[in-house]
């Protein structure tokens, strides 16, 4: 972990863009509880093994886009279904059909349960807001605006980039460079005098290959050395650390 003297001044650079879960909100836990709750009952059914494990999460699902996360787990157990279409009702043994299932699941916590946003991110976005600094969020999660404004954040975001907007532009999921590459020219500065913060190893790797200067890992469980390895600049374990 970075000693937090050391840690970049922020404001210095033209502007900061936030991954969403697990980076601003504690939406990752939801996810985590949907997509573990989804697969276990999935697995059950169609008999796969290994068990789903929160170390699937991390590797084949996290930070992408819905349905490249189911593609990419199923793949890993050697199973293979139609795509389908994002139409699909969440019964359709598809792949946007078993997505849908993981979403109907995280609204539903969601709904429940509601969500507030980490303390230290909010602290963070007030001295960037301060000191007049663009901010924008980059998501693969098509429930970005929704946890948004459930955490009372979506005001303070004039850009928000989203899976919504990913699927409309056929932008491919991260950890390919697209999304954040996007985010950067709607909010009209260059990745390579900006800052990108992310939780997730694809998305790290997303924002290393959009050329940012600065890429902030946060290490909500992941790991410090394997979002170092991923390609952050720096990692901390909360967004206090840069207000501290």
């Known amino acids: 972990m970075t000693d937090t003297s050391t840690l970049p001044d922020l404001t210095a650079y033209d502007a900061v863009l936030f991954d969403l879960d697990g980076v601003l909100t504690p939406t990752a836990e939801v996810h985590m509880r949907a997509w573990k709750e989804m697969f276990d009952e ?33 793949r890993s157990r050697d199973v293979e279904v139609p795509w389908g279409d994002p139409s ?5 043994d598809t792949v946007c059909g078993v997505g849908n299932r993981k979403n109907a699941v995280f609204s539903r916590i969601l709904r429940a349960e509601g969500i507030a946003p980490y303390p230290g991110s909010v602290a963070l976005l007030d001295v ?13 999660s098509k429930n970005a605006v929704e946890v948004l404004e459930a955490a009372g954040l979506r005001e303070r975001f004039p850009v928000v980039m989203d899976g919504m907007v990913a699927e409309r532009d056929h932008l491919a999921s991260k950890p390919a460079p697209d999304v954040f590459a996007e985010a950067a020219r709607m ?58």
Do not use: N
């Open 88 to 92: 699909d009702d969440p019964s359709e």
């Open 128 to 140: 960037l807001e301060t000191a007049g600094i663009p901010i924008a969020v980059v998501s693969s």
């Open 42 to 74: 999935l697995f059950a059914v169609w008999k796969i093994e290994p068990a789903y494990t929160d170390r699937d999460y991390f590797e084949y699902v996290d930070g992408k886009k819905r349905y490249d996360g189911v593609a990419s787990l199923l």
């Open 187 to 244: 909010l009209g500065v260059d990745p390579a005098r900006s800052v990108a913060v992310e939780d997730a190893l694809s998305g790290v790797r997303s924002a290393v290959a959009a050329g940012y200067t600065v890429v902030v890992g946060v290490d909500r469980g992941v790991g410090a050395e394997d979002l170092a390895a991923a390609g952050a600049t720096v990692v901390v374990d909360d967004l206090a650390a840069f207000v501290d």
